[in-house]
């Protein structure tokens, strides 16, 4: 019987690693460091390492192992394979192949942002449900669209890449990926401290956030203790990402919107900028649509790799 | 061996019926009247009997059918609920098991925009491709999402409802879906003739369309004739449409996208229009897309129909 699996969660740091049992009960976890030197070529080899190393530690036989599930940060195709990874050092890549040839156990491999979707669908913040849409408010804006309980991978991996949503023309600046007016731009961590000076060009109410120093956390506490300045941009931010998830409802209707990364530790007072948006701008029938914060945290990423091995 | 089925497209005047080999194979096609009086509940049993009757013709026993495929104008659950449908007179209505039992044979049913994108996906414009998109530009804008050639049904019904996209705040009046801003406002064949009327407020440049009596078929004969002013409301159609699909593309990335309906008649200059914006807008993985003009016509929702019942 094949009872257990193990999810990794590859980051530009550190890797992180989780045993489980194919029912979700998370057995073990611990983490290593990314060695990203020359050009990536032991993160691998260290991962599969560690992987055995964990199974003679536990007594479990390779036999008994259902499968490793790998996320990545970057696009990385259905059969696993990855263009190029700027912040792991690799260039063209057969994950999956390599890390099976490596362990002698199954692979197989998503994208981080769609992997943590999937964790939180699994045993998280939306656990129970069969569609939902995952919204990750870092220092970028990610996304992870799940529908029937599987991963919106997309033609060229862009499934879920909700932070270059175009959500106005006259956002300064441009967005890393070279277009003008992406989400991200506007919602992230950073976006929101690049939205409020951009509010403050013109509107120059007393607020109680220095504008040099300030950081999203201080705009979602001073929004908190009612700064009104501050709450112009809660409302900005609300209408820009409310709009873009009535966009998503219309196309792909989920049952529930996971709000997660960083930025969600503001709490629901974030959900409820969000909603009030959602709902002016969603089509009828999608208004009931679930919003939730994420539960699961850094192991988003490790749950939802497990879950890629896992059938149903 | 189970070589046929059937292929149901029921539309507000006519039913159009297919009879199919499951290899895709149209073998006879016809159109009964949609008799929408008392509820609508002659439409399924002068469906079954008119299938039935085929059968009897063909010398086809029932139990060489593997199914009866049926698209229905309006939202149905993925077990064949319809809540209501105005224009065909149906309250709640069970539509796969009533007509199942009317005929013995096994339904299954779709959303009309989201089966004829099914169709198109089949045999139509975008067959050999695992992933599109279909957008329907007729009296209103209707679409429909497929996915490793499967619909995106959505919670409620409402994947692929992409008419109902917020594109613009200043769009004037509000849609028949009661919200303001939507696509389908200025991006339907009647869309177009109203986002002329909406520029002519403001912009009086000398044109060969009259602004009272005008279509949308008037609209693009202009443009083809290079009246700068008709040429001026297909790029901000483009403009609309293409950001749409490019803000489609950043959730599910589709390998192609399908233009159909009536306006796709003006031809290859629809599609020249909206690729302009969405190769502006899109996310830079997702300009590859292919763009194409339907070929089934008004056959797409009987094929598409027909492939619910066909498994892989």
């Known amino acids: 019987m094949k009872n257990y699996c193990f999810g990794i969660d590859v980051g530009g740091t550190t890797v992180k690693m989780g045993l489980f049992k194919t029912d979700g009960q998370l057995l073990d976890k611990w983490e290593i460091p990314t060695r990203t030197e020359d ?132 956002i300064p600046g441009l967005c890393g990926c070279g277009n003008q007016g992406c989400l991200e731009q506007v919602a992230s961590a950073n976006g929101v401290v690049r939205l409020a000076k951009w509010i403050r060009e013109t509107d120059k109410q007393e607020t109680v956030l220095d504008l040099d120093t300030m950081t999203a956390k201080d705009i979602w506490d001073a929004v908190k203790d009612g700064d009104a300045f501050a709450c112009k941009v809660a409302e900005r931010f609300g209408a820009y990402l409310g709009l873009a998830l009535a966009n998503i409802a219309s196309t792909v209707d989920p049952e529930v919107f996971v709000i997660g990364g960083g930025m969600s530790k503001a709490g629901p007072v974030v959900l409820d900028y969000i909603k009030k948006y959602y709902i002016k701008y969603t089509f009828r029938t999608c208004r009931d649509a679930e919003f939730v914060l994420a539960t699961l945290g850094n192991d988003a990423g490790i749950y939802g790799s497990a879950k890629l091995v896992i059938e149903e």
Chains 1, 2 share one sequence.
Do not use: Q
């Not at 942002?113 to 069969?130: D, P, S």
């Not at 996304?143 to 919106?152: L, N, P, S, V």
């Open 39 to 170: 050009g990536g070529k032991a993160i691998l080899p260290d991962i599969a390492a560690y992987a055995l190393a964990k199974l003679v530690e536990k007594n479990i036989a390779r036999e008994e192992v259902a499968g490793i599930g790998i996320g990545v940060p970057g696009p990385i195709s259905a059969d696993g394979i990855v263009p190029h990874t700027a912040n792991l050092g690799w260039g063209y890549k057969e994950v999956t192949k390599e890390l099976s040839e490596l362990t002698g156990i199954i692979c197989r491999g998503g994208n981080d942002a769609n992997v943590a979707a999937l964790g939180e669908m699994w045993k998280g913040a939306a656990a129970g449900h069969r569609s939902g849409v995952m919204v990750t408010l870092g220092t970028g804006v990610g996304g992870g669209i799940i529908i029937d309980g599987r991963i919106i991978v997309g033609a060229g991996g862009a499934g879920g890449e909700i932070g270059h949503i175009h959500v106005d023309d006259n």
